[in-house]
Structure formats: C-alpha cells, structure tokens
C-alpha cells in the first residue's frame, strides 16, 4: 500500500485543520500587529500610517513596504524605560515560576499518593477556582491585604506582628497574586505525570537499597522532568505579559511590559510602539518554547 493510501480523505483534512487554526488565529493577526509596528504614529484614525489603499492598485503595497520603518524598535532598544519593563517582566516571571513550582510539585506529588477514590476529589479542589472570575479573585486579594484586611488581623490575632503591615502596592502582594492565579497551572500537568510513573520503578528502587530520598531525587524527579517543563512553560509565558495582577496589587514605580504595552495603545495612542513591544515580546517567548520542543524531541529520540 502506498503511502498516499495511508490516510483517508477526512484524515487529511482533519490533519489540516490546526495549520488552518494557526493562520486564522495566530499569523493574520500578528501579521496586522508586525503591520503596524513598521509604521509611523500620526494624530489620525487609525493612528499610524501607512494605511493600505486598494485604490491605488499594485501601488499600493510598494508605497507601504516603501514607508516601513524600524525606528520603533530601535526606540525599544535604545530606551532603557521599555529595556527595564522586559528584563523586570522576565525576573518576575522567572521567581514567581520558581515559587510555583517549589509549592505546586509537593501538592502535585502528594495527589499522586492519594488511594484512586480521593484523587478526583482533589483535582475538584484545585480546579476549583477556575469557576469564578480572574478578576473578582484578583480583587479579593485587595480586600485580603489591605491595611485593615484579614491577612494583617490574622498575623496580629497570631502576635506575629505588632502593627498592620503594607502588603497593597508591594512586589509581596504581586507575588502572591501570581503564585496564587497560575498554581493550578503548575500542579495538573505535574500531578498528570507523577500519577503515571509505574510504582514497580519505586519498588525497584527502594530493592536495590535506595532510601526514600534517594528514589525521590533519582527516580521520581528525572520522571516528572516532562511535567515540570509543561507546568513551567504554562504558568512562565504568561507571566511574563501579566497586566492585571501587577496593575492592581504591585507599585507602579517599575511596571513590566504588559502595563508598558497598555500605556502605549491606550494612554499614549502610539499604536506603532505598542505593536513593536508585542512583537518583541511574542519573539522573547517563542524561546522557551522552542527549547523545550527541541529537549522533548531528543527525549523521544532517546527512548527509541
């Protein structure tokens, strides 16, 4: 049978489909944004130029690539303010994932542990959350670490403090904003690998006079590599453009760069600009990504 045989008419249809969602959902609209990160700002509507005018016929798209420009990256380059928002949304992104991660994985693992029956039962109680609003959970935290909020009357009930301490408009309270909204991110995809490690390994292990320190750190960790990377890479990317949680719990003294690219496009109107920092910025998280599929094929590879 030849190979063309191998796969029906719906199949490659079917196959077809993701490109199909990719060019819809990803390239168009990333297209218009490279678009118009080439332009210049004018006081107009839309407020940039050059505007495409099919009434000029095959002219028209010279005069536009013609009227290109990179000025607004190198602005990004060359402004440490937008240099800053990068490497502070990056930093912030790099510790809150590694917070998340010290905290998701010994939940995750504990759920592996669990008898079968109890197992769904947890994943209920950390899927939870996601049924109420990202916003209102958000604005819960305000009322929680407000001066007067049940964070600081708590501490004070317990005598840990003394006086109500300032957690609103603190890197503290962004922090625990984040860890927060993305920890059910951080423990599905570890807990739907540590469930799927065969306990024979385990038993093996410990056979061989491995302790439960040892099996863990030799055994249970380099199995869990696979969750790890997916649970970083899904709470990591967003981060990194987080508007909302920075905005409402932390300082405004250094934003990052997603309230960098709100204060372009709706303070400024420099919409030039703010395409520029989303393209910058879909190029500094296509990076992980491509390490992480490169170190997944040699995975593969390797267990061929």
């Known amino acids: ?39 210049h700002a004018v006081m107009a509507q839309p407020p940039y130029l050059p505007v495409f005018d099919p009434a000029e016929g095959i002219a028209a798209p010279k005069a536009a690539i013609a009227a290109f420009s990179l000025d607004n990256f190198r602005l990004l380059a060359s402004d440490h303010f937008y240099v800053l928002s990068y490497l502070r949304s990056v930093v912030v992104a790099l510790v809150s994932t590694s917070i998340l991660l ?21 994943m209920i109680l950390v899927i939870v959350p996601f049924w109420t609003s990202f916003l209102i959970r958000v604005y819960a935290w305000i009322n929680i670490l407000q001066h007067d909020g049940i964070l600081n009357n708590v501490l004070m009930a317990l005598r840990l403090i003394s006086a109500p301490v300032v957690w609103l408009s603190t890197d503290a309270a962004m922090y625990i904003g984040l860890v927060y909204s993305y920890l059910p991110f951080m423990i599905l995809p570890l807990y739907a690998t540590l469930a799927k490690i065969d306990p024979a390994l385990l038993e093996a292990s410990a056979d061989l006079g491995g302790s439960r320190l040892t099996t863990f750190w030799l055994v249970t960790v380099p199995l869990s590599l696979p969750g ?5 890479l899904l709470c990591f990317i967003p981060i990194v453009g987080e508007f909302v949680i920075p905005d409402l719990l932390a300082g405004s003294a250094s934003p990052m760069i997603g309230q960098t690219l709100w204060l372009e496009f709706f303070n400024n109107h420099d919409w030039p ?19 992480y599929e490169r170190v997944q094929r040699r995975r593969l590879e390797g267990t061929r």
Do not use: E, H, N, T
Not at 3 to 31: K, V
């Open 228 to 232: 790890i990377g997916a649970g970083a």
């Open 102 to 122: 010290a905290v998701g994985y010994p939940i995750a693992y504990g759920m592996s542990r669990l008898p079968a029956r109890w197992q769904p039962i947890a």
């Open 1 to 39: 049978m030849s190979g063309r045989r191998l796969f029906s008419a719906p199949a490659r249809r079917a196959a077809i489909a993701p490109f199909l969602w990719m060019l819809l959902f990803f390239l168009l609209p990333f297209g218009f944004v490279l678009k118009i990160s080439l332009s």
């Open 273 to 291: 600009v703010a395409s520029s920092i989303a393209v910058v910025l879909l190029v500094l998280l296509l990076a992980p990504l491509l390490v």
